[in-house]
């Protein structure tokens, strides 16, 4: 960003004074939330950060490294500071630094820093200084048609054209592995009942473009885009990264996948995703009984063995020789054998294929056989798999895993030919032993032709239906994967580390109070404080309604390749069960911002666990909920039994303000593209009117006349235009031009956001001014995010007159229709909500100094709509025959109310806290 004015500067610290005065009198726990922004940074704001790892056993040393987000306080740091990271005991630590984002001043906003694998004390310090340089630096090379990455322990060749992403991946002389290259198996019919005669149409990855994103010293990113091919039809667009780590003997890959088939509701021919998957060939080079195989299983569990087992044979090779075999370590000559073993070895089958398939978050098989042609035999089971596995020898060998294998199942691993001079490996995303992945719409319309009768239908099953909408088209999903080059087989503790590297992959993080200090996403939170028996009982409900969030998706399976990271929207009393196939109230697709709950669960409180569901809710809703190509690409679909089902594409789901969070956090450069995509969804209005359905005025979209709401529309609009320009990003002029200009032109409208919508101008980027005032106030408006941008916003840019325009929104939406009418001439209409909006008089009261809207806050918190203190916070336990597992219900609970009661109770207690009733 660039700077603002000096005079606006010395106006905004005015306003900030006395804002922070008031803050003082009314006793609020976090006073700076009432500030307005540009306050000096102290000393204190500069002070180094403790850094600590989210969860104390995460893998550490057996992953590649770990990047994180670190927030400052304005005017802490300058834009070229450079940072320094050491250990407790103050040894020096290699740290890569860089930007993430900056606050208006030019100072620094975010930073994000990379380490090794070598990183692995319980905690760090992080200041400015000058950082060490790793041992051995990762460096980047262009040889021969390829990018050539070293880590000082491996070396990896990735492809820039052809099939293979990563050509040969070597250590020192050997090559551990070549030709990762991805794999699509499509299906082009699909039949109910006998699929025996189903045919496969084999698809290998296509590079379009490599890029190297960054080169060093710690950490270098690669990404390569293209699309999977057969002859030549081209489809399922991937981009994939590839990370690597100073030291490191592994790397990782976030691997995204778009949908661009078609599969058409009442049709048995299509694009039928049968098999899914990431493949390696891993060179064998040693004797067969001197091959190992490990496949994980429960928890740290795994199968052991060798492609020619000599243990349990009726002939007994010694036991040194059965101990080594077991843990991987290279047999001594067979002439130091019993001979009775050794003159018979060839007798002895090679077992070359292996095969774990994960089709449920239930259970997972394991079989095996000789080779192709020959029967499979089963060789153990086991209930969730950990998705991890390792083929190689005494002369080094792969491990390999994938993230989420269970949650996210169907899936799969296989090896294949270990007996043979190169053995295959696939870790499949959807495996290819699932039934294909059917999206085609899950009813025939029901007769709903006109908008009438879908207006109709959204009045019995909460679903807004139109035919053609519900199109899987566009949508995404990303997978992260992990994998290693050894030198030898490793040993059982050294695979176990690795085992809990790809489930909980290591993850540094800011303390919370230095996310508090650093008055980042509006300032809105502080930490947990359960000083007073009121604080505490509210305390006490937000972790009642995490735990309970959490053990439904156990209970209720809200698992799948699709669906992890969703949870469901509303609750069906009478079927003790949540409603996934009643229309509109079953998956959730962010509706009034569970997204935004969790991630200020976290930011105030440090939980690994929020941190953990917050991230994998991320991954669902900003791929899965969203469009990434086609007419509506930079849309989102709103809640549904399918989560692209519903008719209603708006800006409010495709919203990236449920990104920053994770972005900001992690330095995540796939979440980095969905911001950055979205800085020209407004060009999306242009395509679908938003509230085509109930429009009574006429209306054609136009480019210089589109009609935006100020609530839903503009608070996603303005987010995305908000991050590209403090990221820096390509479009950051445009960005920031977008965001004053609407800044602007909403305040000039004649009721403000009380006005409702204007007519937006695509060129210009600004609304037009309304001639006459009117009223369009919805309970929706403010629930996806607007008031936390708002608040951002206020502090960022020292823009009055839109401050008092949204102030004014805050103090009149919890007010008396007569209030109401005083103002504006008229009321805003029988509304709802008023719980979660008293967030709004809270922020309202700080910002202006009036104790009574602090005091109406509570009011509206404790006594209106949604949870109450007499709510019964609990659950009752249930199970068959009246659920279809065992578990727990609290038919009460419902997720808007969630959502709202939670966003309430953080911000509230943030801003008045210390004037609770």
């Keep these: 960003m660039s700077p603002i004015p000096r005079r606006s500067l010395l106006r905004a610290a005015a306003a900030a004074g006395a804002a922070a005065q008031f803050s003082w009198a009314l006793g609020a726990t976090n006073a700076h939330a009432a500030a307005s922004g540009t306050e000096t940074a102290t000393g204190a704001d500069a002070d180094p950060v403790t850094l600590k790892w989210l969860e104390e056993e995460a893998g550490l040393g057996a992953a590649p490294g770990s990047t994180l987000g670190v927030p400052w306080p304005k005017g802490a740091y300058a834009p070229d500071q450079t940072f320094a990271l050491t250990t407790a005991d103050g040894r020096a630590v290699p740290v890569q630094s860089w930007p993430l984002a900056h606050w208006p001043d030019g100072s620094l906003k975010w930073t994000a820093h990379a380490v090794g694998p070598e990183a692995t004390a319980a905690a760090f310090t992080l200041g400015a200084g000058t950082p060490a340089a790793p041992a051995r630096e990762v460096t980047v090379a262009h040889r021969g048609g390829a990018v050539e990455i070293s880590t000082g322990v491996i070396t990896a060749r990735i492809g820039t054209s052809g099939s293979s992403l990563v050509k040969s991946v070597t250590r020192g002389s050997t090559e551990i592995a070549k030709n990762g290259r991805l794999v699509l198996l499509r299906q082009g019919e699909i039949e109910d009942g006998d699929q025996g005669s189903a045919t496969y149409e084999r698809f290998e990855s296509a590079i379009a473009e490599t890029e190297v994103e960054q080169d060093g010293p710690v950490r270098a990113v690669v990404r390569v885009d293209g699309k999977h091919r057969r002859g030549n039809r081209g489809w399922l667009p991937f981009s994939v990264r590839l990370y690597f780590y100073a030291g490191a003997e592994s790397f990782r890959m976030v691997h995204t996948i778009t949908y661009d088939g078609t599969q058409e509701p009442g049709k048995a021919s299509g694009d039928f995703i049968r098999g899914l998957g990431v493949r390696f060939t891993v060179p064998m080079r040693d004797e067969t009984y001197d091959r190992h195989i490990r496949i994980g299983g429960d928890g740290t569990g795994l199968l052991r063995e060798a492609v020619k087992g000599v243990t349990g044979l009726r002939r007994d090779p010694g036991a040194a020789v059965q101990a080594a075999q077991f843990e991987g370590r290279k047999l001594p000559d067979p002439a130091t054998w019993d001979q009775r073993v050794t003159s018979r070895l060839h007798l002895v089958p090679a077992w070359g294929d292996y095969t774990l398939s994960q089709l449920s978050a239930d259970g997972f098989t394991l079989r095996k056989r000789t080779k192709r042609g020959h029967g499979w035999i089963p060789a153990g089971g086991g209930r969730r798999a950990s998705g991890f596995g390792y083929v190689g020898g005494a002369s080094g060998g792969l491990s390999f895993g994938l993230r989420d294998f269970w949650e996210k199942h169907p899936a799969g691993l296989d090896i294949r030919s270990a007996h043979t001079d190169e053995a295959e490996v696939t870790l499949w995303l959807w495996s290819p032993e699932a039934p ?179 991230e994998a809710m991320t991954r669902h809703t900003g791929e899965v909920d969203v469009y990434h190509l086609g007419t509506w690409a930079g849309l989102g679909t709103r809640h549904g039994i399918q989560h692209y089902a519903d008719s209603a594409k708006q800006q409010r789901i495709a919203n990236t303000t449920y990104r920053r969070f994770y972005y900001f956090l992690t330095a995540d450069e796939r979440t980095g593209d969905l911001m950055h995509a979205n800085v020209d969804s407004d060009e999306t209005f242009l395509a679908l009117d938003p509230i085509r359905k109930i429009r009574t005025e006429p209306y054609t979209p136009d480019r210089h006349a589109l009609s935006i709401g100020f609530g839903t529309d503009w608070s996603g609009l303005v987010s995305a235009w908000l991050t590209e320009w403090e990221r820096g990003g390509p479009k950051a002029a445009k960005a920031k031009a977008r965001v004053l200009s609407t800044m602007e032109t909403i305040a000039a409208q004649p009721n403000g956001f009380v006005q409702g919508s204007g007519l937006y101008d695509l060129d210009t980027g600004r609304f037009a001014v309304a001639k006459e005032a009117k009223v369009g106030v919805s309970h929706l408006s403010a629930v996806f995010g607007l008031n936390e941008l708002c608040a951002e916003l206020i502090d960022l840019i020292d823009m009055p007159e839109f401050r008092d325009a949204y102030l004014d929104y805050c103090r009149y939406f919890n007010a008396t229709k007569a209030e109401q009418a005083a103002r504006y001439g008229t009321h805003f209409g029988s509304l709802i909500l008023f719980q979660g909006h008293s967030r709004l008089d809270a922020y309202a009261a700080v910002q202006t100094g009036d104790a009574k809207l602090a005091r109406r806050a509570w009011e509206k918190f404790y006594n209106s709509d949604g949870y109450k203190e007499s709510s019964p916070w609990r659950t009752e336990k249930v199970g068959g025959p009246v659920t279809l597992v065992p578990g727990s219900e609290a038919d009460w609970v419902y997720t808007n109310d969630t959502a709202l009661y939670g966003l309430a109770a953080i911000e509230n207690l943030a801003l008045i806290g210390d004037r609770m009733p």
Aim: glycine share 8%; net charge negative.
């Design 436 to 614: 294909p992945m059917d999206l085609r719409f899950y009813h025939d319309g029901l007769g709903q032709d006109t908008y009438a009768e879908q207006l109709e239908g959204l009045n019995i099953t909460y679903e807004d239906y139109e035919p053609g909408f519900g199109t899987p088209y566009g949508i995404a999903r990303t997978s992260e994967l992990l994998f290693w080059a050894h030198a030898s087989t490793p040993d059982a503790e050294t695979l176990a580390r690795e085992v809990t590297a790809v489930r909980t992959p290591p993850q540094l993080a800011a303390p919370p109070r230095q996310l508090v200090k650093a008055k980042v996403f509006g300032g809105l939170f502080s930490e947990p404080d359960r000083s007073v028996p009121a604080k505490a009982r509210i305390e006490d409900h937000l972790d009642f309604l995490l735990t309970y969030y959490k053990d439904q998706v156990e209970m209720r399976r809200w698992y799948g390749f699709w669906d992890y990271g969703d949870v469901m929207h509303s609750y069906d009393p009478a079927r003790h069960q949540w409603r996934y196939d009643v229309g509109g109230y079953a998956w959730d697709n962010s509706e009034l911002s569970p997204d935004l709950w969790l991630w200020h669960a976290y930011l105030r409180s440090g939980r690994a666990d929020i941190f953990r569901f917050a």
